[in-house]
């Protein structure tokens, strides 16, 4: 699935689909570099107002110095191994170490920051595999240095006058990147040893609870580093495990000799632990070609350097180092539309502008082009009991991980209907697999016209049922009289899929999984 705007089902009233909507105009590493700016900048005017003492020429000199041999770092390695940089990273990084080491001008801390800034830029091409690093940079630079003796990370973040600004940003920044359930189970777990221990030494839970939140690093520490994507294993379930024995590791007091518990070694040992259950390292795809799916939409094809794992439903990561840089980025995510077994790995995306800097890298692309699949991911798989009935609901190219799913076979022996909503019957992607797939296929037009031959096995008005509204979950309902004992999927933008889920709510589903991508 490619992340452009698809035809919506109606206004985007709730807070949320807004929010989506909105917050998905940037990419995570623009959003993350935005939301670090404005809290360093909210840092240095409550150091103007006297709620921070560190001196206002020290968190400059701090701030540059951090931010200036990030980026200078990052620039000479790129140039060593002969790869594009990518410069919001490294802002990103800098901003990070930033948070972390105490604002200082003694020669000996200022050493200890200069040393972390090189060994996190670093971490990205030693500490790597297959071209993807494997441990978060700042925590690594922060763990390598503070084993040194010349500084160490005080995570002074962590501090109640931040909390203002801090927890807004890091609401914002698990909203984009779909971490919330994650961040609460650490957020959880860790919470909860830090108070009890607090309540052994005579503090009330209360108490316990305030300073577990807003005097140790917990919401920072979760809000941007333990949900970075890149340091994830793919799968939902394994990321709640992961939160939780992270917590366990941040709060719980341990000592390995020279190495004692912090929330950096807590998060090295997540990150090693994510890439023995991931996909190990990024994948070079050689570029196959392209066919055109309607007229506003194509499937790209690729041949990877070795086998991809994944699940029929899943997405893949595409970095275009060819991009122009713009203010979106050059990483994209896309759904897998091919079978795991194949020899190609497929994606379907749209094509019609206005288009970013990635994407019309993407469809500069000529046979023979490699770009880098970095990350392999997502929840959006079907039940494992093929006696379980589903739903699927796509709009528009929100078609493209069903299609995954009618490559591996997956629907072949399931009861299934799929719902497609599309502007215009030319729009209707992957028109002839839905056609020969043998399930039930429905599609809705937005203009109100016939859909193309074969595709609709109710009839003509069932299928045009709603065709000139929202598709409300009466409308769905006659659509999908059985939806009640069916597991429903949605697919497509944020605005779509919100409106989507309340339309299946309200027509009696008991189970809505969505997988929604916002338009750049």
């Known amino acids: 699935m490619s992340p452009v705007d698809t035809p919506q089902t109606g206004p985007a009233t709730s807070l949320t689909g807004r929010i989506g909507t909105a917050v998905g105009r940037f990419t995570m590493y623009r959003l993350i570099l935005v939301v670090l700016a404005v809290l360093a900048a909210y840092s240095l005017l ?54 972390l080491f105490w604002p200082s001008l003694q020669p000996r801390d200022l050493a200890g920051v200069a040393l972390a800034c090189v060994l996190a830029s670093a971490s990205k091409y030693a500490l790597a595999w297959r071209g993807r690093h494997i441990f978060n940079p700042a925590a690594a630079g922060a763990f390598a240095t503070g084993l040194t003796g010349l500084n160490i990370a005080t995570w002074w973040a962590a501090t109640p006058a931040m909390l203002w600004v801090l927890v807004p940003g890091v609401l914002l920044v698990l909203h984009r990147t779909r971490k919330m359930l994650m961040a609460s189970v650490f957020t959880g777990v860790a919470t909860a040893i830090i108070t009890l221990e607090l309540l052994r030494s005579g503090m009330t839970a209360g108490m316990g609870v305030w300073q577990a939140l807003a005097q140790r690093p917990v919401l920072f520490f979760v809000g941007f580093m333990l949900t970075e994507p890149l340091t994830l294993p793919p799968r939902r379930h394994q990321q709640l495990a992961l939160a939780a024995v992270v917590g366990v590791l941040f709060a719980v007091p341990w000592n390995l000799g020279i190495v004692a518990n912090s929330p950096e070694a807590a998060l090295l040992a997540g990150n090693l632990l994510a890439f023995l259950a991931g996909q190990r390292g990024a994948v070079k795809l050689r570029f196959a070609g392209t066919r055109p799916l309607t007229p506003t939409t194509a499937e790209f094809s690729f041949e990877p350097a070795r086998p991809v794992r994944f699940l029929p439903g899943q997405y893949m990561e595409l970095d275009l180092p060819q991009a122009r840089p713009d203010g979106k980025g050059r990483r994209r995510v896309f759904s897998l539309t091919g079978s795991p077994g194949e020899r190609l790995v497929k994606f379907g995306v749209r094509t019609a502008g206005p288009l970013s800097a990635a994407k019309e890298s993407l469809l500069a692309l000529q046979p023979g082009d490699e770009v880098t699949a970095t990350a392999v991911g997502g929840d959006f798989i079907l039940p494992r009991d093929p006696r379980r009935p589903v739903l699927l609901i796509a709009a528009g190219i929100g078609i493209t991980p069903f299609v995954s799913h009618l490559s591996s076979g997956a629907l072949r022996e399931r009861d299934a209907v799929l719902l497609l909503l599309a502007r215009s019957a030319d729009e209707v992607a992957y028109a002839e697999e839905l056609r020969t797939s043998g399930m039930r296929v429905l599609v809705r037009l937005a203009d109100g016209s016939d859909p193309p031959s074969g595709l609709a096995s109710a009839s003509a008005s069932a299928a045009r049922t709603g065709a000139h509204g929202r598709l409300d979950g009466k409308a769905l309902a006659e659509l999908v009289p059985d939806i009640d004992r069916r597991e429903v999927y949605v697919s497509g933008s944020p605005a779509s899929v919100a409106s989507l889920r309340r339309a299946a709510r309200r027509a009696g589903a008991r189970r809505v999984r969505t997988d929604s991508f916002s338009g750049y």
Do not use: D, Q
């Open 46 to 99: 409550l150091n103007v107002l006297g709620w921070l003492t560190f001196g206002i020429p020290e968190m400059l000199a701090h701030l540059a110095l951090c931010l200036g041999l990030t980026y200078a770092a990052n620039r000479a390695l790129a140039a060593l191994f002969r790869v594009n940089p990518h410069t919001e990273s490294s802002l990103i990084t800098g901003l990070l170490l930033y948070f």
